[in-house]
T-cell receptor, first 110, second 113 residues
Framework: QKEVEQDPGPLSVPEGAIVSLNCTYS??????FMWYRQYSRKGPELLMY????GNKEDGRFTAQVDKSSKYISLFIRDSQPSDSATYLC??????????FGQGTRLTINP | ETGVTQSPTHLIKTRGQQVTLRCSSQ?????VSWYQQALGQGPQFIFQ???????GRGNFPPRFSGLQFPNYSSELNVNALELDDSALYLC????????????FGPGTRLLVL
């Protein structure tokens, strides 16, 4: 079993829709949770960074972590074609390595 | 503030050759991590360097080695290249505190023929 599981998609939605991206993880030691956005042939760009359980909002993006169910979510409101990318969830504890999911490929259709 | 930079951007090698990839960390960051990202997969941790010492290693063979220099820049060396080494190699820099996350460079795309 992978430490972080993520549905690779692809996911295609119309412009303006609310997008929900999800991951599950198995390592109870994970304390920090991140979402990265990766455009084609580019490096991952940090979108959201949360510690422990709870919600964090930044503009159109909301990250949720539920440690009791080991579930990580990213919501994108009013989705735009420029949001089309691969979204990677990642987790870590302490200063240790980041453990990534497989990534979900998202397309927003105009 | 300068972000993470990597060189070269693209590289083509043949099986059995050796390759060196380079990374300059973000200003003020003294910890560098390297990741391998195969097509359609998430990045996989190779190793991390802090104060010029290896500080954690993933499930990669010894032919993957690295260095960190006093200015915090880093190199990834891969010997005896195999076809499966074809991937995007990502460098990420951070502060050493466990609370800090990692910021990635654009990557080096390596193709092994």
């Amino acid at each position: 079993q992978k430490e972080v599981e993520q549905d690779p998609g692809p996911l295609s939605v119309p412009e303006g829709a609310i997008v929900s991206l999800n991951c599950t993880y198995s390592n109870s030691a994970f304390q920090y949770f991140m979402w990265y956005r990766q455009y084609s042939r580019k490096g991952p760009e940090l979108l959201m960074y949360t510690y422990s359980s709870g919600n964090k909002e930044d503009g159109r993006f909301t990250a949720q972590v539920d440690k009791s169910s080991k579930y990580i979510s990213l919501f994108i409101r009013d989705s735009q074609p420029s949001d089309s990318a691969t979204y990677l969830c990642a987790s870590k504890w302490g200063a240790q390595k980041l453990v990534f999911g497989q990534g979900t490929r998202l397309t927003i259709n105009p | 503030e300068t972000g993470v930079t990597q060189s070269p951007t693209h590289l083509i090698k043949t099986r059995g050759q050796q390759v060196t990839l380079r990374c300059s960390s973000q200003s003020g960051h003294n910890t560098v991590s390297w990741y391998q990202q195969a097509l359609g997969q998430g990045p996989q941790f190779i190793f991390q360097y802090y104060r010029e010492e290896e500080n954690g290693r993933g499930n990669f063979p010894p032919r993957f080695s690295g260095l960190q220099f006093p200015n915090y820049s880093s190199e990834l060396n891969v010997n005896a290249l195999e076809l499966d080494d074809s991937a995007l190699y990502l460098c990420a820099s951070s502060l050493p505190s466990g609370q800090e996350t990692q910021y990635f460079g654009p990557g080096t795309r390596l193709l092994v023929l």
